[in-house]
Structures are given as C-alpha cells and as structure tokens.
C-alpha cells in the first residue's frame, strides 16, 4: 500500500537461518503494527510499537521473534534460527492516531522457510 | 478487545447490492467500527469507517444501528474486481492499542 515500505517483498531462507524484515511507514506516524498472514488464513497480530515502545509483545509466537523501531520510524522484525511454520505473509501497518481513518496496509513480506 | 462476528464466505453476481453484515456485541464507547478489504498477495485496505448511523463514500455504505453492536457493509453493484476478503474491526482510535483481526468473509463475485 502507498505510504508504508516493506523489505524484501519475498524471501527464501533455509531452515535455520536468521531474517530480518523491513518495515518504512514513511510518514512520521506514531503507531506501527506488524502481523502475519499464513496462506489463506486471518492475520495474525504479532507487536505494536507506540513510538519506539513495544507495550504488548504477546503477539510474538516464541521468542524466536524479536522486533525494534528505532527514531519513531523504521521497525525491524527478526525471526532467528527459522522454522518451516514460519513461512507466511508478514505485513506491517501504521496508524492509531486519533482522527486517522484506519490503518494504512504495505504490500507485505512474504517468507518461505525451506 | 471487542470481538466480532462474520459470515466466513457469501456468493453473488455482477450488478447486485451485496450487504455483510458484522457482529460486535461488546463494542466499548470509544470504539470505531472499520472496514478492510484484501485482495491475495495485497495488504488490507481501508474502506470506510464509522462511530454510529450511516456513513457512505465512493466506494461503500456502513449502517450501524443505534445499539451498535452490529454493522453492515453494503457494496452497490458489485463487479468481478470486489472478490475479495472483507474484515470488520472494531478498534479506538486516540492511541495505539492491539489490534485484532477477525476471520473476514470471503466474498466470491461470479459473473
């Protein structure tokens, strides 16, 4: 979607490998969300971050994920030592702000765990 | 967090009014009741939105009875490009808080 940045669009890593996903919200936006999508299934909330706070990291399935957001913009999730169950969509979204009409989708990261 | 209940999939044709309708039944004062769709491979998209009555824009219309504890999204005139997942979220707005997305309905078009 317009206005927020995700990086890669699609990558492939072995079982066991580390990643990081990228997530730009472009504009200066307080609240930044990242949730995961597998295949032809809801989305999953994994973190929200209030400025570079994440208040609630229940989301997360194991401690395997991490995630930061530095300078109140750019956020990154980490996914160490993968596994194939974490092949999905990982999509990330800003907004919250009072009097923001909902939340501004980007396209999305799609990971595959081989 | 307000809960919400969808058909998990509807069926219609090309030029009818198709209307999903959606159950919050615990919806909290300050909650909002937004509208996404998602088309495969895409990030949901935001629809419409509204806080009670009815609100209309270019693309839906949101009626939300007095009671709010439920919503209808109407699409007028649907064509083949409206498949797509359609999620109801109800959510406050003044601050970042969780967010939860229901299972969405599934809406198939056929021609």
């Known amino acids: 979607g317009a206005g927020v940045s995700q990086s890669p669009s699609n990558k492939v890593t072995e079982k066991g490998k580390d990643v990081e996903l990228r997530c730009d919200p472009i504009?200066?936006?307080?609240?930044l969300y990242w949730y995961r999508q597998s295949l032809g299934q809801g989305l999953e909330f994994l973190i929200y971050f209030q400025g570079n706070s994440a208040p609630d990291k229940s989301g997360l399935p194991s401690d395997r994920f991490s995630a930061e957001r530095t300078g109140g913009s750019v956020s990154t999730l980490t996914i160490q030592r993968t596994q194939q169950e974490d092949s999905a969509v990982y999509l990330c979204?800003?907004?919250?702000?009072?009097?923001?009409?909902?939340?501004?989708f980007g396209s999305g990261t799609r990971l595959t765990v081989v | 967090l307000a809960k919400t209940t969808q058909p998990i999939s509807m069926d219609s044709y090309e030029g009818q009014e198709v209307n999903i309708t959606c159950s919050h039944n615990?919806?909290?004062?300050?909650?909002?009741i937004t509208w996404y769709q998602q088309f495969p491979s895409q990030g949901p998209r935001f629809i419409i939105q509204?806080?009670?009555t009815k609100v209309t824009n270019e693309v839906a219309s949101l009626f939300i009875p007095a009671d709010r504890k439920s919503s209808t999204l109407s699409l007028p005139r649907v064509s083949l490009s409206d498949t797509a997942v359609y999620y109801c979220?109800?959510?406050?707005?003044?601050?970042?808080?969780?967010?939860?997305f229901g299972s969405g309905t599934r809406l198939s078009i056929r021609p």
């Open positions: 979220l109800v959510a406050m707005y003044s601050s970042a808080s969780k967010i939860i």
């Open positions: 509204g806080y009670k």
């Open positions: 615990n919806i909290a004062t300050n909650d909002y």
């Open positions: 979204a800003r907004g919250g702000e009072t009097g923001n009409y909902g939340y501004t």
């Open positions: 504009s200066g936006h307080t609240a």
